[in-house]
């Protein structure tokens, strides 16, 4: 199924004709924020954050399906941020064998990340996004005015992904990145649907030419080796994690040839522009650990992505050893 992806004001979701078979799913969080607007149609409202992304909720929310009489033509609608999608998207494609699902993000990395490709997930245990399915949404609503109430930490979280998807394909992006950090950094809409359109088209077309993760796909891990090892351990918004995962691809780059040290240079003081961190003290142990248990490890080692140049992402191979002396060495 092909999703239908558009900007539109929330308020133009009423001309789309939705009927009343149509239930929201959101977290408290965004209800407190955003009820006003929701209270049109019936709203399960889940428990936010990270540690409700648990079977616990799926129970919750297909108990409250079944009770609002949810069947198979209706039509569930995540609003909310990575966690309320992912579970929305879940739930719509288990209950009653898989019923049609849309997904309205509101968090920054919603919009360009969490939201598009199609991927649902809970966590399980202390394993993260281990039980999930392939199932897009029917459409996706994009509408920036929901970053106005989204604290800035977790806005430049999404700004750290954003940036990577111009390292990793578009160099016109990236140029247009740096010239613009000013507008970014102040919300100012038009450059901020610029940029979402952008990322989100960059994903998707990822997504659509690699959909097993073959290839192009890995490109998406750019910055999230290392970035995942250490967001647990400094508890790190996710996308700040992968900024600094993203600098130490980015060194290893330099050295082994590929990209210059120049583009480096600049990279660098894009970083201090958009107030993203290159580095954090971390301990080398433990990220090593959590390499080695990363569920996108080869049995030898791990595919790490570097950059052949800005807009150029390019797959190598390192074995455990390798990455252990890079991390020696630069971190
Ligand atoms: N399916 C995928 O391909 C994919 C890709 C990347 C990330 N993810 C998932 O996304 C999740 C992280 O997403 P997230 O950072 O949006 O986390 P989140 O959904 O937990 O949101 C973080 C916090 O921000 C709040 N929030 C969201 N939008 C807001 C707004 N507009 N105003 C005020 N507060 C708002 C939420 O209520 C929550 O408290 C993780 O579970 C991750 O696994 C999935
Ligand atoms: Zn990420």
Redesign the pocket.
Known sequence: MNTEVFFEDFSGLAKRNLSSEVVFIT?E??YQ?YSHLLTPFSTIVIE???DH?VWASVEYVIEQLLKLGVHRKSLIVGF?????T?LTGFVASVYMRGINFALIP??L??MV??AI?G???INFKSF??IIGTFSPPKWILLDEQ??N???EE?YR?GLSEVLKYALITNNRFYQWIYENTDKILKKEPSAVRYFIEQSQLIKRNIVETDPYEKAERKWLNFGHTLGHAIENQNKLP?GLAVAVGMMFASEISVRMGLLKQTELDILKKNYQALNLPSSVSFDKELALKAIFNDKKRTSSGVDFILLKSVGEAVTHHFMFLELKQWIDDLC
Do not use: C, I
């Open positions: 977290d969080h965004l924020l936010s954050g990270e992304k909310g941020g990575g966690m309320v992912d509101t968090s990395l919603g990340d969490a490709g991927k649902t997930a993260k996004n929901w970053l109430t989204l604290p977790a979280s996710h």
